[in-house]
């Protein structure tokens, strides 16, 4: 019955229309309903959606089969970040909680995001048993909408006021009135949902929104906070002073900034930066997780505050899980996402955002001196890149593997995380391919001694690449 639904790193994804319909989104309520019922599950199931085209109807038609099931719904009355729904997850103790999103991806994407017990992302192991339930649903039971209000099975909600207070309990308060000027750029997500209280509550001096109304064809832009996507709001912050440029995904879950002069800083050094921060400046301690696609100035920077920096495959659950197992202070990634000890197994550009305004308020200095005072301190001279590669179809991840890139360089050993092919070079030089989960793009990243040997890294891989395509 339909096509086979498969969980990638960051959940179910699919275009509208094609993969991603109502009857494979019923037949994932369906299935979930199976697998609560199987472990006499009861608990509510909180059910979050953001602003792309038709996300509102999907998380309604998946409780209306939750509903059929049993299933007590929590179905948000607007749209809202990722992050509140892992919220509620944790706070009423839910077992699972879904959001409708397919967060940074093109427009025509769509998803389905699911949460466990204890608000985290759902592991590999119980993604594979869903997806066997799912495949063994022989029929979907559902609720008719006219009979949902009588059912009283799907209800009304919103956890806001808990979110954003649950963030406040991480910020400073002496940060208030501030001399503060703000440029945030939502990118026609929903992440102005928090950042907008954010910013009334602790007194920005100024502040301005670009793109917080609704358009679900996001401006015909990637819902994506990269350097591309920010590009354009370089002379805006130059017109108008600001101190410093946030923008942030379509499910708010990815933070990217802009420094006072315009310049477009790295996910990998908003993570050491706030990393910095807490640790030099507040005095927190730990360690740090990050992915195999994030840059060697999280190694040296833990190594020299006197912590160390753990390593693990893309996709947040796996640093969260590491964050767990080790107590670490922080966790991110070199594409944006980010979270601290004590706050959600998961990542959140409000909180990320909110945290980073404090370090700067509190540091005194602007974001560029912030960046460059971190380099300075672990001795970093790398220079860091990434692209992205779209393809018909995805390429062979064990061909990738196999290939050999012309570096130019004695490659010290080659790895394999997962979908991640990885070369390791003297000097802390790397080059990773990434082959995506949800749609079919590799991504690229590469650290070297300087820009030229990196874009030289970036095109060695890019052509690997595309030889695989071509022979395959």
Same mark, same amino acid.
């Given at each position: 019955?339909?096509?086979?639904?498969?969980?990638?790193?960051?959940?179910?994804?699919?275009?509208?229309?094609?993969?991603?319909?109502?009857?494979?989104?019923?037949?994932?309520?369906?299935?979930?309903?199976?697998?609560?019922?199987?472990?006499?599950?009861?608990?509510?199931?909180?059910?979050?959606?953001?602003?792309?085209?038709?996300?509102?109807?999907?998380?309604?038609?998946?409780?209306?089969?939750?509903?059929?099931?049993?299933?007590?719904?929590?179905?948000?009355?607007?749209?809202?970040?990722?992050?509140?729904?892992?919220?509620?997850?944790?706070?009423?103790?839910?077992?699972?909680?879904?959001?409708?999103?397919?967060?940074?991806?093109?427009?025509? *994407?769509?998803?389905?995001?699911?949460?466990?017990?204890?608000?985290?992302?759902?592991?590999?192991?119980?993604?594979?048993?869903? /997806?066997?339930?799912?495949?063994?649903?022989?029929?979907?039971?559902?609720?008719?909408?006219?009979?949902?209000?009588?059912?009283?099975?799907?209800?009304?909600?919103?956890?806001?006021?808990? *979110?954003?207070?649950?963030?406040?309990?991480?910020?400073?308060?002496?940060?208030?009135?501030?001399?503060? $000027?703000?440029?945030?750029?939502?990118?026609?997500?929903?992440?102005?949902?928090?950042? $907008?209280?954010?910013?009334?509550?602790?007194?920005?001096?100024?502040?301005?929104?670009?793109?917080?109304?609704?358009?679900?064809?996001?401006?015909?832009?990637?819902?994506?906070?990269?350097?591309?996507?920010?590009?354009?709001?370089?002379?805006?912050?130059?017109?108008?002073?600001?101190?410093?440029?946030?923008?942030?995904?379509?499910?708010?879950?990815?933070?990217?900034?802009?420094?006072?002069?315009?310049?477009?800083?790295?996910?990998?050094?908003?993570?050491?930066?706030?990393? *910095?921060?807490?640790?030099?400046?507040?005095?927190?301690?730990?360690?740090?997780?990050?992915?195999?696609?994030?840059?060697?100035?999280?190694?040296?920077?833990?190594?020299?505050?006197?912590?160390?920096?753990?390593?693990?495959?893309?996709?947040?659950?796996?640093?969260?899980?590491?964050?767990?197992?080790?107590?670490?202070?922080?966790?991110?990634?070199?594409?944006?996402?980010?979270?601290?000890?004590?706050?959600?197994?998961?990542?959140?550009?409000?909180?990320?955002?909110?945290?980073?305004?404090?370090?700067?308020?509190?540091?005194?200095?602007?974001?560029?001196?912030?960046?460059?005072?971190?380099?300075?301190?672990?001795?970093?001279?790398?220079?860091?890149?990434?692209?992205?590669?779209?393809?018909?179809?995805?390429?062979?991840?064990?061909?990738?593997?196999?290939?050999?890139?012309?570096?130019?360089?004695?490659?010290?050993?080659?790895?394999?995380?997962?979908?991640?092919?990885?070369?390791?070079?003297?000097?802390?030089?790397?080059?990773?391919?990434?082959?995506?989960?949800?749609?079919?793009?590799?991504?690229?990243?590469?650290?070297? /001694?300087? $820009?030229?040997?990196?874009?030289?890294?970036?095109?060695?891989?890019?052509?690997?690449?595309?030889?695989?395509?071509?022979?395959?």
């Amino acid at each position: 019955m339909g096509q086979k639904i498969k969980f990638g790193t960051g959940g179910f994804r699919g275009i509208i229309g094609a993969d991603f319909t109502k009857d494979a989104v019923q037949r994932i309520a369906q299935g979930l309903a199976d697998m609560m019922a199987a472990d006499g599950d009861r608990t509510p199931v909180p059910i979050g959606f953001d602003n792309r085209f038709l996300s509102d109807a999907f998380a309604r038609w998946m409780a209306q089969v939750l509903a059929a099931n049993g299933i007590a719904c929590l179905l948000y009355d607007s749209p809202v970040p990722t992050p509140m729904v892992m919220c509620a997850v944790r706070d009423l103790r839910c077992a699972y909680g879904i959001m409708i999103t397919a967060s940074h991806n093109p427009y025509m *994407y769509n998803g389905v995001k699911l949460f466990v017990r204890g608000g985290a992302d759902a592991d590999v192991a119980v993604t594979r048993r869903l /997806e066997g339930m799912v495949a063994a649903v022989k029929s979907v039971r559902e609720l008719p909408e006219d009979e949902l209000a009588a059912s009283g099975s799907v209800r009304p909600f919103c956890n806001k006021k808990e *979110y954003l207070a649950n963030i406040a309990s991480f910020i400073d308060p002496a940060i208030e009135n501030n001399s503060l $000027r703000v440029l945030f750029d939502n990118l026609f997500g929903v992440t102005v949902v928090g950042l $907008r209280p954010f910013f009334d509550r602790y007194k920005i001096k100024e502040y301005t929104i670009l793109h917080a109304e609704r358009d679900a064809l996001f401006g015909q832009r990637l819902p994506n906070p990269t350097e591309q996507m920010l590009r354009p709001l370089k002379d805006e912050v130059l017109r108008g002073g600001y101190d410093f440029a946030m923008a942030t995904d379509s499910d708010g879950d990815r933070l990217g900034v802009l420094d006072e002069k315009g310049e477009y800083v790295g996910s990998n050094d908003i993570l050491a930066c706030l990393y *910095y921060y807490l640790v030099k400046y507040k005095g927190e301690r730990g360690d740090i997780v990050k992915n195999c696609a994030t840059s060697v100035l999280l190694d040296m920077l833990a190594e020299k505050l006197g912590f160390a920096c753990h390593t693990v495959d893309v996709g947040f659950k796996n640093i969260s899980e590491k964050m767990r197992k080790t107590d670490a202070l922080i966790g991110g990634e070199s594409s944006g996402g980010l979270t601290c000890r004590g706050y959600l197994f998961g990542k959140d550009s409000t909180f990320s955002g909110a945290l980073f305004t404090e370090m700067c308020i509190k540091m005194k200095k602007p974001v560029s001196a912030i960046v460059k005072e971190v380099h300075d301190f672990c001795g970093y001279t790398y220079s860091f890149a990434e692209d992205v590669m779209r393809f018909p179809v995805m390429p062979d991840a064990d061909a990738l593997a196999a290939s050999n890139c012309a570096f130019g360089r004695d490659v010290l050993r080659t790895e394999r995380i997962a979908n991640n092919i990885i070369w390791r070079f003297s000097g802390n030089c790397w080059g990773v391919l990434r082959l995506s989960g949800t749609e079919p793009i590799v991504r690229i990243f590469a650290e070297a /001694e300087d $820009r030229e040997e990196t874009q030289k890294m970036i095109g060695a891989l890019k052509k690997a690449a595309e030889h695989c395509v071509r022979k395959g």
